[in-house]
Each structure stands twice: as C-alpha cells, then as structure tokens.
C-alpha cells in the first residue's frame, strides 16, 4: 500500500426529464490533478494551483459545471480535517498528511507527552469528524519511535427525548 491512497467521490447531477447521472471524481495522490469521468469514461482534469482551479484538459466544461463541480470537490471535509486537528491541538501535533478521505497520519511535535496525548486524543478527536463514516488515525511520535491507530467515529448528536405522546 502506497502512502497515499486514492480518493474517489461521487457526484450526482440532475439533467432534463428526470435524468440523474452520476460523476466519479477521483484524485490518485495528493499532487495529481482530479480526474472526472462519467461511465468509464474521462471527460477531465481538474486541478487548484495557487488557489484557482482550472481544467487541464479534456473537452471545456461549460462554466456553470465546473462552477458546481469544484465548488462540491472544495465542501469536502477532508480538506479542512487537518487544519481543524492542527488547531484543535497545535502545541501537540507537527503535521496532518491526508492518505485518503478516511485515513489519516499524525505525526506529533517533540516533547509531548505521547501516552498522554494518545489518551486525549482518542478521547476528543469524534467530536471533529463530520463525514458520516469512520475516520482511520495513524498517530506517531516526532521521531516516529510510538505510534498508535485509532479508529474514530463521528460523534452522534444526542436528540432531545423529551416530546409529547
């Protein structure tokens, strides 16, 4: 297994009369463009350098497309995961690498308290998961001498059982 594993999104798109048709948008490493293909097919490629996304190839997509298209690639959490855990404990971790949109690697800063943080860690880490699915933590020391797997789960909001019969 690569250090990176590939990540594979589905975009559904309504056309006339009723007719839903569904994109795979897929990215094979962190630096390769995204693909979008419809039915085994590629249409394109699309990428953000420097901020702006632009298609790289295959045949122009109208503007209103690649509006919606990157606009869906961008709302993606896990593109704002590793900011929120590097904020969340920015004292603790030195770096966030993304393998795919369920797997992350961790590595922490030096002198931490690495059995600590493991504990706080797995303890609070749900409560920053917004994807509806398990999240893979692969979390090392600064020198990567510990490590740890954790398997997070979003946190379930509790509803209000109070209501009238």
Same mark, same amino acid.
């Given at each position: 297994?690569? &250090?990176?594993?590939?990540?594979?999104?589905?975009? &559904?798109?309504?056309? +006339?009369? =009723?007719?839903? $048709?569904?994109?795979?948008?897929?990215?094979?490493?962190?630096?390769?463009?995204?693909?979008?293909? $419809?039915? %085994?097919? $590629?249409?394109?490629?699309? =990428?953000?350098?420097?901020?702006?996304?632009?298609?790289?190839?295959?045949?122009? &997509?109208?503007? *209103? #497309?690649?509006?919606?298209?990157?606009?869906?690639? /961008?709302?993606?959490?896990?593109? /704002?995961?590793?900011? +929120?855990?590097?904020?969340?404990?920015?004292?603790?971790?030195?770096? @966030?690498?993304?393998?795919?949109?369920? !797997?992350?690697?961790?590595?922490?800063? /030096?002198?931490? %308290?690495? *059995?600590?943080?493991?504990?706080?860690?797995?303890? &609070?880490?749900?409560? $920053?998961?917004? /994807?509806?699915?398990?999240?893979? #933590?692969? @979390?090392?020391?600064? =020198? #990567?001498? !510990?490590?740890?797997?954790?398997? +997070? *789960?979003? +946190?379930?909001?509790? *509803?209000?059982? @109070?209501?009238?019969?």
């Amino acid at each position: 297994m690569g &250090f990176f594993d590939m990540i594979e999104l589905e975009y &559904f798109l309504s056309h +006339a009369e =009723d007719e839903v $048709l569904m994109y795979q948008v897929i990215q094979f490493s962190p630096d390769d463009p995204w693909r979008v293909v $419809l039915d %085994g097919e $590629l249409l394109g490629s699309l =990428d953000k350098v420097e901020g702006q996304w632009m298609q790289i190839s295959g045949k122009d &997509f109208s503007s *209103k #497309f690649f509006k919606d298209i990157v606009g869906f690639i /961008d709302k993606q959490y896990f593109n /704002d995961l590793p900011a +929120a855990l590097m904020s969340r404990w920015n004292k603790q971790i030195h770096e @966030v690498l993304p393998r795919s949109d369920q !797997e992350y690697l961790v590595v922490c800063k /030096d002198g931490i %308290g690495f *059995k600590s943080f493991e504990g706080i860690f797995s303890r &609070f880490v749900s409560g $920053l998961l917004k /994807d509806e699915w398990p999240i893979n #933590f692969r @979390v090392f020391s600064h =020198d #990567f001498s !510990e490590d740890f797997t954790l398997l +997070a *789960k979003p +946190a379930q909001s509790k *509803k209000n059982t @109070v209501g009238w019969d």
